[in-house]
């Protein structure tokens, strides 16, 4: 998704002159924009930036690619295009991945299912068209190969198999939530020490600003794009992600519909305009804005205050907020 959360940190000044703001943005991984920007960084920066674009963003794109194949590398289209027809041996981090994306459909008590991949499929391609909206009876059809039993995956030989054909796996919910946590260990582990990045609406912090402030994180209003509603002051270590319905969706006969599709109903769910997580583990925040999306406020608010460490803003459908246990602390 693109940009969902504006950065407002550029209208900060650096207390210190010496201190240097480097930025770097890429177009062409995870089918969105990513941005980095390290403070104080020296000559190391584009060194820093090249291993940055091949060690997390070309890699994970390619494990995680859903339309792609690449020479060598067994990715989740390898799983797809082989279901029902054999077992796929898969990289440890991919099988780490798809263990994760099982145990969240058990927390998200189904809501979050990486299995739905025929069901978001059929939506796709009405959305792409933009001029209909599918029939129930397809949208049941597809939604038969749908059960995340289907998953298997093999811990200690590190396999992964789709049990029949038709199943496919979609890992748009939770794919760059988990990156994202490759992201702030990445940047540690270059010993970079201010930095923030934005890699397609989840926002990953490490340290502060160098004048010692906080970050600032700006939250959409989900009416008007061009203004924040809220905006959030952040640092080391927290991943902020936000599901919208104000960029990807489609009108038909002046409607919206969003691309986050309710497992229940098999439509998009119009409970919410915007749900933001914050927490210090990426999949999770990742992973719970997208269930938080498809939850009323009240059921949403009820799972995420069972995590100690995980908070939420939701805007519901008429545009009021609903903030979970300690989310405040992070208001600016
Ligand atoms: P985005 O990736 O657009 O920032 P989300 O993290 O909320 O937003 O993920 C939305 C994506 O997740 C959709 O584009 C689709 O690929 C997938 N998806 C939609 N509904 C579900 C669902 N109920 N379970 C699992 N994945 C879903
Ligand atoms: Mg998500």
Known sequence: MFLIISFVLFSASCENKNDKLLTKTYYQYFDTVTTVKIYNSNKDFNKICN????????????LFDIYKTYKGISSIKTINDNAGIKKIKIDSELTDFLLCCKKMYQKTNGNVNVCLGPVLKIWQKFRNEGKKVPSLNDLKNANRYSSIENLKVNKEKNTAYL???????????????????KIYSFLLSKNVKNAIVD????????????????????ITNP?????????????????????????????????????????????????????????KSGYLADTLSTALFILNYKEGLELVNKYN????????????????NGFKKFLK
Do not use: M, W
Request: aromatic share 10%; hydrophobic share 30%; charged share 25%.
């Open 223 to 279: 009416d008007n794009k061009s203004e924040n509603i809220v905006t959030l002051k952040c640092k080391n270590g927290l991943i902020i992600s936000t599901s919208g319905d104000y960029e990807r969706f489609y009108e038909v006969n002046g409607k919206k519909y969003s691309h986050i599709i309710s497992p229940k109903t098999l439509f998009p769910t119009e409970k919410n305009k915007s749900v933001t997580v914050i927490s």
């Open 51 to 62: 291993s940055f674009e091949s060690n997390v963003l070309k890699k994970y794109n390619q």
């Open 163 to 181: 049990a029949k054909k038709g199943c496919s796996i979609d890992v748009g919910a939770i794919a760059k939530g988990y990156v994202a946590d």
């Open 199 to 218: 890699f397609g609406g989840n926002i990953i912090t490490v340290g502060k600003k160098t004048n010692g402030e906080n970050f600032s994180v700006g």
């Open 309 to 324: 460490d995980c908070y939420a803003l939701i805007i519901d459908s008429s545009t009021k907020l609903h903030y979970s």
